[in-house]
């Protein structure tokens, strides 16, 4: 499929609709939704910012925005878009499918491939080895010394994994497809599921997203940031034609992406390490402290290891990671 070509006037209408999606389920606390709304004004413009409040007053028709869109290109992104949004934080919900029906009626639309792997991804289960992708590269376990190489300890060891991740994360962030977004999301929460684990923690889906959003890093706003990015970039050719076809690299905003997913990852993990190794006794202001803190490290991390990311973008098959996070197949991507 040729890269989607859209009209300046679809970016406020598209990001209008992403942002109904992302409150059709009626149960996000008021941080998360100033979250979105700053998500919002960035992706549409200053314009956008006043949203959420017009959204919530119901002063937002759905109809009238749709006949904003220029055509059926802008019209097939706009619902794609929704369809991520709203199973960013889990399968939709009743309130968040009744929603895409109704989006799928005004923008005379069917059913598309796309939903049955968002859904997927959102249920994906938990427990897991972490993911590996491209070629595999030489690690030193937490094992007995051998050859006179110290053995890596167990903190090394969590460190390491916490790093490789991020890196995957912005790896997802090179690629074309609005599906490769979607699948950022569950590999931080096996993320920290696997932490929390490590340190004797029993834990759903559920709980770590609340950690995820009471740290400021919700997986609607990220979810909705990501595919923003993409979609209004004019990046779309992955999301409708080939789910997994694409050549990583080379897209507008890429870089940036990978940059603020990478530091968002690093984060969370480290933030999960720290957490659970306290015996969860970090407030919450604490921890959005120390997120803030975390995120800025990341940031000077990130030119170190940009090479590796390309890389791994290079190197990534993004069907048999969905795969992988879906229980379909091993680690080994």
Do not use: W
Request: some cysteine.
């Amino acid at each position: 499929m040729p890269e989607a070509t859209m009209q300046v006037t679809d970016r406020r209408p598209i990001v209008t609709i992403a942002l109904l999606a992302a409150m059709a389920d009626g149960e996000r606390g008021p941080e998360e939704q100033e979250q979105l709304r700053r998500i919002a004004a960035t992706a549409g413009g200053e314009d956008v910012a006043a949203l959420g409040q017009q959204i919530q007053a119901g002063q937002v028709k759905l109809d009238a925005v749709v006949g904003q869109l220029s055509g059926d290109e802008a019209r097939r992104l706009a619902y794609e878009m929704a369809v991520c949004v709203c199973n960013a934080d889990g399968v939709a919900n009743e309130r968040e499918q009744a929603f895409l029906s109704q989006l799928r009626a005004a923008l005379r639309l069917e059913p598309v491939e796309l939903e049955q792997h968002a859904q997927a991804l959102a249920s994906a289960p938990l427990p897991g080895p972490p993911l590996e992708v491209g070629a595999p590269q030489p690690r030193r376990e937490p094992l007995p010394s051998q050859a006179g190489i110290p053995a890596m300890t167990p903190d090394e060891a969590l460190d390491e994994m916490i790093l490789d991740q991020a890196i995957i994360t912005g790896a997802l962030e090179l690629l074309p497809q609005g599906l490769a977004t979607l699948a950022i999301v569950p590999l931080q929460l096996r993320l920290v599921y696997r932490i929390g684990s490590d340190y004797g923690q029993k834990m759903d889906a559920n709980q770590i997203k609340d950690l995820a959003a009471a740290m400021g890093l919700g997986a609607a706003g990220q979810v909705l940031e990501g595919v923003a990015r993409k979609v209004l970039g004019g990046v779309a050719q992955g999301l409708f034609g080939g789910l997994f076809g694409g050549v990583a690299g080379g897209v507008a905003g890429a870089a940036v992406g990978a940059a603020s997913t990478f530091a968002t990852t690093y984060a969370l993990g480290y933030a999960a390490k720290q957490y659970y190794g306290q015996g969860r006794r970090l407030s919450l202001a604490d921890l959005q402290a120390l997120v803030a803190r975390l995120r800025e490290e990341a940031k000077g991390i990130f030119p170190k290891v940009e090479q590796r990311i390309e890389g791994q973008a290079r190197n990534l098959d993004l069907r048999k990671l969905v795969g992988s996070l879906r229980g379909e197949g091993g680690s080994q991507i």
